[in-house]
């Protein structure tokens, strides 16, 4: 199983930060979809997932903002937050989820930068 | 401030070993599997631990897992220099905030 984000690398002060993170090589159904973000030096973080069912859960901290959505079809899922800030600043992570917790295949991560 | 206790940095010699504590609650670690991640600078996390101490395959036995009451243990025997990196413990929080949590990383040295 492979996973790959793509989506801008620069996101400006209280705009929408989108990414999609594509999947290859294994199915989607029967697991969850997750993403996770890591500020430059610093631990990691969850933002939320997504079952194939199409339920979401998010953390609490970042629920305003976040919407996970899935496309079958596609193989894809993706990642929207709204109302970013320079805190938003981060890589970030896509990720399959087993058994409703542990991440056990992660795509490599990409830079977004929120910045004027 | 982590959900998740981790020591913040640990340090060994090669050929020794080195334990990694992870200390939460019962919301999340006492009544809950936890899984061990390996992260190398500018790469992506790697799973080396899960249901508390389940190795996925290609992962070597000198990395184990354990669990006791709300605190879970990383251990890594015959400490080599390529085992330098960040560690980080994760598990399910199961308090009203329901979600997935992370530990704040610990990063391992080989002297």
């Known amino acids: 199983v492979q996973l790959q984000e793509s989506g801008p690398g620069l996101v400006k002060p209280s705009e929408t930060l989108s990414l999609t993170c594509t999947v290859s090589g294994g199915p989607m159904t029967s697991y969850f979809w997750s993403w996770v973000r890591q500020s430059p030096g610093k631990g990691l973080e969850w933002i939320g997932y997504?079952?194939?069912?199409?339920?979401?859960n998010y953390n609490p901290s970042l629920k305003s903002r976040v919407t996970i959505s899935i496309d079958r079809s596609r193989t894809q899922f993706s990642l929207n937050m709204g109302s970013v800030t320079a805190a938003d600043t981060a890589v970030y992570f896509c990720a399959r989820v087993r058994d409703g917790y542990f991440l056990d295949h992660w795509g490599q991560g990409t830079l977004v930068t929120v910045s004027s | 401030q982590s959900v998740l206790t981790q020591p913040p940095s640990v340090s060994a010699s090669p050929g020794q070993k080195v334990t990694i504590s992870c200390s939460g609650s019962s919301s999340t670690v006492g009544n809950n599997h936890v899984s061990w991640y390996q992260q190398f600078p500018g790469t992506a996390p790697k799973l080396l631990i899960f249901?508390?101490?389940k190795r996925p395959s290609g992962i070597p036995d000198r990395f184990s897992g354990s669990k006791s009451g709300t605190t879970a243990t990383l251990g890594i025997t015959g400490l080599q220099t390529a085992d330098e990196a960040d560690y980080y413990c994760e598990t399910w929080d199961s308090s009203l905030s329901a979600g997935l949590v992370f530990g704040g990383g610990t990063k391992l040295t080989v002297l």
């Open positions: 997504i079952e194939d069912s199409g339920s979401t």
């Open positions: 249901d508390n101490y």
